[in-house]
């Protein structure tokens, strides 16, 4: 089974348009994450979510917005898209509490703006 | 704030030679430290993590790390690179519950 699993595995768009990416983990973990790859690879923490408490990193749009129904998924919706959204999205999770802190990762979601 | 280097962006090693890839690191307090594989298309696999104890840590697939405290170092080394390793390697540090990332190595073992 996978662990972390992410949906759809691409998505091409136009501009303007609003978009969401499904995530799920099976883990059990308490948090869970989405990360932007950019076309150099660089990876950005974009948020954080643990037991209802959101941790946003202060540069992302807010075009972007998490929404958790519960502790196994973290959907990331995307309003307005804009060519520079173009990237690959990961979802990640992590046991926090007790927990041995690393991330699993799901296999991403490249989104392409036109 | 934590944060990680990774000073090179690319590495070429020989099969069956030993190989590096480095990292360095800037934290307040004791650092947690990880590595994770990239392959093409695919997302990040952990390989290893130092919490505590031990300054040499085994990972996955006959990886290894070396922390190093006087050196803020945390190399990543394997001692027979074989070609399925070429891959993009990210070092990374625990920032409050996140990870920031090191900018990634691409390493290419050549046959």
């Known amino acids: 089974d996978t662990a972390v699993s992410q949906t759809p595995k691409y998505l091409v768009t136009q501009m303007g348009n609003d978009k969401s990416i499904k995530c799920e983990q099976n883990?059990?973990?308490?948090?869970m994450y989405w990360y932007k790859q950019d076309s150099k690879k660089f990876l950005k923490i974009m948020f954080s979510?643990?037991?209802?408490?959101?941790?946003i990193n202060e540069t992302v749009p807010n075009r972007f917005s998490p929404k958790s129904p519960d502790k196994a998924h973290l959907n990331l919706h995307i309003n307005s898209l804009e060519l520079g959204d173009s990237a690959v999205y990961f979802c990640?999770?992590?046991?926090?509490?007790?927990?041995?802190?690393?991330?699993?990762f799901g296999p991403g979601t490249r989104l392409t703006v036109t | 704030a934590q944060s990680v280097a990774q000073p090179e962006d690319q590495v070429n090693v020989a099969e069956g030679n030993p190989l590096t890839v480095k990292c360095t690191y800037s934290?307040?307090?004791?650092?947690?430290l990880f590595w994770y594989v990239q392959y093409p298309n695919r997302g990040l696999q952990f390989l290893l993590k130092?919490?505590?104890?031990?300054?040499l840590v085994k990972g996955s697939y006959g990886f290894e790390a070396e922390f190093n405290k006087s050196q803020t170092s945390f190399h990543l080394k394997k001692p027979s690179a074989l070609v399925s390793d070429s891959a993009l390697y990210f070092c990374?540090?625990?920032?409050?519950?996140?990870?920031?990332f090191g900018t990634g190595t691409r390493l290419t073992v050549i046959p």
């Open positions: 990640a999770s992590s046991q926090i509490r007790g927990g041995a802190h690393e991330q699993y």
């Open positions: 883990l059990g973990h308490d948090t």
């Open positions: 979510y643990n037991n209802k408490e959101l941790i």
């Open positions: 934290v307040s307090g004791n650092p947690y």
């Open positions: 130092y919490i505590t104890g031990d300054n």
């Open positions: 990374a540090v625990k920032n409050a519950n996140n990870l920031f």
